[in-house]
């Protein structure tokens, strides 16, 4: 009996003693990911030695949704010793925002499975779910078709006719390719733009990611055309010129929130979701046409 006892102080004391000296940490493999992907966070362990058991850790952990204001706390067991380098803790992203991984703490027992020690820790990773992008590839045809008849002429680009326009500027080698009225672009001309308008007012919560990957792929093949857009939602617009730029525009979006615009703006163009399509790829194909 005295020597359980003796056991338990020594597991006890120990245990403590490793509470010092534990360093636990997280990192993840990618901080951007698209929607339906894993969060793959990598715990890093180190500061004590593995007894000849190995340790039995329960983390817990919360991810916190910056767009749809909820938290989710989750607890998970992991068993380690030195010569495991390969733990991971998934997480499915079922829907696009911007997350905080938010370490909590982490417990464990002592040699007799009577005491349990539980080291709180404070990290965060932040993490953007990018929402999934399709190639719209009927207008895409018809730009490598323009762009392929452009070919052999001395001009710099075309754009479609505007009412105003001088008859002399019109391109008819291209009008009869394409039977649609374009003008030769001057040297000095602005580049083209677009101006769109993202609003959440008709669409139901269940489909705002669907939403967010209809406006995504509609804002990469104007990228492609090598249009400028100019990106309003609430009080807020974002000047798009460059892809990289995207996740910075997704991140303002899914961190401040979209409200309604509040300004009378011109030529704007809403994207907009029908909630009786399901498909979001059929939609895409019907928007096209």
Wanted: charged letters at 30%.
């Amino acid at each position: 009996m005295a020597s359980l006892f003796l056991i338990l102080i020594y597991s006890i004391s120990r245990c403590k003693k490793e509470e010092k000296q534990l360093e636990f940490k997280a990192n993840v493999q990618e901080r951007i990911i698209t929607q339906g992907e894993m969060i793959k966070i990598i715990p890093e362990i180190s500061g004590i030695n593995t007894r000849n058991d190995d340790y039995i850790f329960e983390v817990e952990y919360e991810i916190e949704s910056k767009f749809y204001g909820t938290k989710n706390k989750i607890r998970q067991k992991i068993r380690w010793n030195q010569k495991i380098d390969n733990l991971l803790l998934t997480e499915e992203m079922k829907k696009c925002d911007h997350v905080v991984f938010r370490l909590i703490s982490v417990s464990w027992e002592d040699l007799t499975g009577i005491y349990k020690i539980k080291k709180y820790l404070q990290q965060e990773i932040w993490i953007l779910v990018m929402p999934h992008s399709y190639e719209l590839g009927t207008m895409n045809d018809r730009l490598k078709k323009m762009n392929s008849c452009e070919q052999g002429f001395e001009y710099d680009g075309v754009r479609k006719y505007r009412e105003g326009d001088r008859l002399s500027r019109i391109h008819w080698n291209l009008y009869a390719t394409s039977r649609d009225l374009w003008v030769r672009k001057n040297e000095d001309e602005a580049q083209e733009s677009v101006k769109i308008a993202i609003s959440l007012k008709d669409i139901n919560k269940d489909r705002i990611s669907d939403y967010f990957a209809v406006v995504y792929s509609v804002l990469l093949f104007y990228m492609n055309a090598g249009v400028n857009q100019e990106i309003y939602y609430g009080n807020h617009m974002f000047l798009l010129k460059h892809i990289e730029q995207y996740e910075e525009l997704f991140t303002d979006i899914f961190e401040c929130g979209i409200s309604e615009i509040s300004m009378e703006i011109p030529n704007i163009q809403a994207i907009t979701l029908d909630d009786n399509i399901k498909s979001i790829q059929k939609y895409l194909y019907e928007m096209e046409l």
